[in-house]
């Protein structure tokens, strides 16, 4: 690699990093409210099902079941 091509490849890779540093404390930022507030699951079901259901799966193959019964229970009594 030429000594002009050090420059913009350590600026690329601190881009990276920071990008996946966001990343990472974006994805422990949402896991955490999701998993400290009910409400916030709600709108989650109702905004991004996709991201509630790999929560709900991750949850379950840690070991800790009931959750998603617990929303869903809820949600349904709390509409009528």
């Keep these: 690699m030429s000594r002009s091509m050090q420059p ?5 890779f601190k881009g990276v990093l920071v990008a996946e540093l966001i990343g990472i404390f ?8 999701m998993n ?5 699951r709600q709108k989650m079901s109702e905004r991004f099902p996709i991201v509630l259901e790999v929560y709900y799966k ?4 840690s070991g800790t079941h ?3 019964e617990q929303d869903q229970e809820k949600w349904f009594n709390g509409r009528s």
């Design 8 to 12: 913009m490849a350590k600026k690329i």
């Design 26 to 33: 974006g994805a422990y930022f949402l896991f955490n409210k």
């Design 36 to 40: 400290t507030s009910q409400d916030f």
């Design 58 to 61: 991750s949850m379950e193959q």
């Design 66 to 68: 009931g959750i998603r």
